[in-house]
């Protein structure tokens, strides 16, 4: 349960950070909290020939309002958005997912950006934030890009981060005054990850809805006009009009095979719709 | 070695560490402080618990490194503290301890909750120590001591604080000291794998743990695709990650399967055998592979079929994948995850066989890319790498 033995940098700044992690022909990872790397240096899943520590970089730990949006750099930490120590445009949307995370001890120092990096399918980030409508700013020794957060995990562990890249930030929009918020997971244990996650995003004004169904054990399934969820329109009634059959239909055709997995699913999801309504 | 400043129990300490030295290593190896105990050591058990910068933390995935110019409080600091003291006595009168391996890191989540929450609320309690697990007294007597201890406090008009104090963004214990570089040169190759001499000898008759069924429809005869699936080198090729040594016969063939998962990678040396019944137009591989690195073994059977469609113009191949996984990387399963995985794996398989099945020169002449293998030790790797993440520290934060 020790690591393989690694050596470490802990760069000055970012463009530091960056040339660290292209310095070597060998595995570089990057580090902030170490709530996912860590126990897979321990175990030996991972075995890098460097690690570049970025959690002490000023930088990343930025958060400011950019219009209506609030840009939360990647290595603000769940207990931070939990007890609010950095703004909320979300009516305390992310402050009620941060607060559900794992446990307190990890939320000390596990981040948002290495959440996400990590790319776990089960992860709360990665389902709250596509249904938020985030979009990730990427950084890179060459310049930066930016990738909606529906787009950024593309499989298990697996996201669209290139070599000698890494999330500077989170940009999350407003959240309209009509909008009704719903999350929900189910956990066989408190803290775990999460077997099912449903996280919806419901405008009857704007007759918008955006849902997610997640911990699929892939990229999560984000429908952004989920119309047809609802009867094809989204009214103040949207709860009693509330479709099942069509959410277990797009699990099928998501490859979710097994009946009763489609079943918690579901019931997640309408759990989730149940607190929009709310 | 790098060299560290930090603040243990209020003592200014200097030390030289490796960099992979987890936190809880460095108290109770260097510092003699081993009241911080080490149950799982992957972030799960909360025995190693303890107050980085005042807040708990996990000593065990958190590196001595990188807590430079950190504020580490350990249990055996926290024998004046007021509120570790009022717990002591309550876990005392509720019988909140038996073994006692737990109790530290326990007693500094219920300090941490004993500041935090307004109330004595029995569910809020027990969510917040859900990251402490005990093995013998249960959990009824740890929560009455910790509600008992803040009913005292709150009827003495001492109001919970929901953020214990802190005011820095960022993770706890990092962010003091500027910049290091530890001899990224000298320390660390890789031990180099010897290839040859891990091949399994043997290739045994094995009962599958978990069995994925996966078809997959290709535009060709189905002579035509038995055939392929007869040729061990054609199919390897459309294998992604799969490399042969040696001259293979369908008794034995030689070689290495490489495969990365997110940031997992590993390479699986091994042999199969292969056998095939033409009259049904069936057959099997059968492999056995060894990741050195990672010292894990996997055992892995692809039963196939191939069965015509339109009239013998195009064919179905079913497929009935078997696999164990032994070692480092076997610790849990999930087979839906490996079955999702899967269906993506076949996919790109499939295509590869039918490219090669059209004679299109891109599936024979470079290798398949190592990333989207079929290979059952693919998916087993993956599908370790996902449940292991879970048995983690739940869905933290840590970095890629």
Redesign the interface.
């Known amino acids: 349960?020790?690591?393989?033995?690694?050596?470490?940098?802990?760069?000055?700044d970012l463009p530091a950070a960056l040339a660290a992690m292209a310095?070597?022909d060998?595995?570089t990872?990057?580090?902030?909290?170490?709530?996912?790397?860590?126990?897979?240096?321990?175990?030996?899943?991972?075995?890098?020939?460097?690690?570049v520590?970025?959690?002490?970089l000023?930088e990343?730990?930025h958060?400011e309002r950019s219009g209506d949006d609030l840009v939360i750099?990647a290595?603000?930490?769940?207990?931070?958005i939990e007890?609010?120590?950095?703004p909320d445009v979300t009516r305390g949307a992310m402050q009620r997912v941060a607060a559900a995370?794992?446990?307190?001890?990890?939320?000390?120092?596990?981040?948002?950006?290495?959440?996400l990096?990590?790319?776990?399918?089960?992860?709360?980030?990665v389902s709250a934030l596509s249904a938020l409508g985030a979009t990730l700013t990427l950084r890179s020794a060459t310049g930066t890009r930016q990738v909606a957060m529906k787009d950024f995990i593309v499989?298990?562990?697996?996201?669209v981060?290139a070599s000698g890249e890494m999330i500077e930030s989170v940009r999350v929009p407003m959240m309209a005054a009509s909008a009704r918020w719903g999350y929900a997971k189910a956990c066989r244990?408190?803290?775990?990850?999460?077997h099912a996650i449903g996280a919806v995003l419901i405008d009857p004004d704007a007759g918008k809805a955006r849902i997610v169904i997640g911990a699929?054990?892939?990229a999560p399934i984000v429908i952004d006009e989920a119309l047809e969820l609802f009867g094809g329109r989204i009214s103040s009634d949207f709860g009693r009009k509330f479709d099942p059959r069509v959410a277990d239909a797009l699990l099928a055709k998501a490859?979710?095979?097994?009946a009763a997995?489609r079943h918690i699913h579901v019931a997640v999801l309408r759990k989730a719709i149940a607190e929009a309504v709310k | 070695m790098?060299t560290i400043e930090l603040t243990v129990n209020r003592r200014a300490v200097n030390a030289s560490v490796?960099?992979?030295t987890?936190l809880a290593?460095f108290l109770r190896d260097q510092r003699d402080l081993t009241g911080t105990h080490l149950g799982c050591?992957?972030?799960?058990c909360?025995a190693c618990?303890l107050l980085?910068d005042g807040?708990?933390?996990?000593s065990?995935?958190?590196?001595a490194?990188?807590c430079?110019g950190a504020d580490v409080t350990t249990i055996e600091g926290l024998d004046d503290d007021e509120i570790a003291t009022e717990l002591r006595a309550a876990f005392t009168r509720e019988h909140a301890l038996q073994c006692g391996y737990c109790t530290p890191g326990m007693l500094v989540?219920a300090r941490?909750l004993v500041k935090r929450l307004s109330d004595a609320d029995e569910q809020a309690i027990?969510?917040?120590m859900?990251?402490?697990l005990c093995r013998c007294t249960g959990y009824v007597g740890i929560v009455n001591a910790i509600k008992s201890v803040i009913s005292a406090r709150r009827a003495r008009d001492i109001a919970g604080e929901?953020?214990a104090g802190?005011?820095l963004?960022?993770?706890?214990?990092?962010?003091?000291?500027?910049?290091?570089?530890?001899?990224?040169?000298a320390?660390?190759a890789?031990p180099v794998e010897a290839a040859s001499a891990i091949v399994p000898l043997e290739i045994p008759d094995f009962t599958p743990s978990t069995v994925l069924e996966q078809s997959f429809d290709v535009a060709h005869p189905p002579a035509k695709v038995f055939a392929l699936f007869d040729d061990i080198a054609a199919v390897a090729s459309c294998l992604p990650g799969a490399s042969l040594t040696g001259t293979p016969t369908p008794a034995r063939v030689e070689g290495a399967i490489r495969v990365k998962?997110?940031?997992?990678?590993a390479n699986f040396n091994g042999a199969a055998r292969v056998e095939s019944d033409p009259v049904t137009l069936s057959g099997r591989i059968l492999g056995v592979g060894r990741d050195q690195?990672?010292r894990s073994t996997t055992q892995g059977e692809i039963r196939y079929r191939v069965l015509p469609l339109d009239n013998g113009a195009a064919t179905r191949v079913e497929l009935s994948i078997g696999y164990s996984l032994t070692g480092?990387?076997a610790q849990v399963g999930?087979s839906?995850?490996v079955?999702?995985?899967a269906?993506?794996l076949i996919a790109e398989f499939a295509g590869n066989l039918d490219r090669r099945l059209s004679g299109g020169a891109g599936a024979s002449a470079a290798p398949a890319a190592e990333l989207n293998g079929i290979s059952l030790v693919f998916g087993l790797l993956?599908e370790?790498?996902?449940a292991?993440?879970?048995?983690?520290?739940?869905?933290?934060?840590?970095?890629?």
């Open positions: 349960m020790k690591p393989a033995p690694f050596a470490y940098e802990r760069p000055r310095s070597t060998g595995v990872k990057i580090i902030a909290g170490g709530q996912s790397l860590g126990p897979m240096l321990n175990l030996r899943l991972v075995a890098p020939d460097l690690i520590d970025i959690a002490g000023a990343l730990k958060v750099g290595c603000v930490t769940h207990a931070d007890d609010g120590r950095i995370i794992a446990y307190r001890a990890v939320r000390n120092r596990g981040t948002v950006g290495g959440s990096s990590h790319a776990d399918p089960s992860a709360d980030w499989g298990a562990l697996e996201s981060l244990k408190t803290g775990e990850f999460a699929v054990e892939a490859g979710v095979t097994d997995d | 790098n490796e960099p992979r987890s290593d050591e992957h972030g799960v909360g618990t980085l807040v708990p933390a996990r065990c995935i958190t590196y490194v990188s430079d989540s941490d027990r969510v917040g859900s990251g402490n929901p953020d802190r005011k963004l960022g993770p706890v214990g990092s962010g003091h000291k500027a910049w290091t570089s530890a001899n990224p040169t320390a660390m890789a998962i997110g940031p997992i990678s690195r990672s480092m990387l999930r839906g995850l079955r999702d995985l269906a993506r993956r370790r790498a996902v292991f993440a879970r048995r983690l520290s739940g869905k933290g934060g840590g970095p890629a």
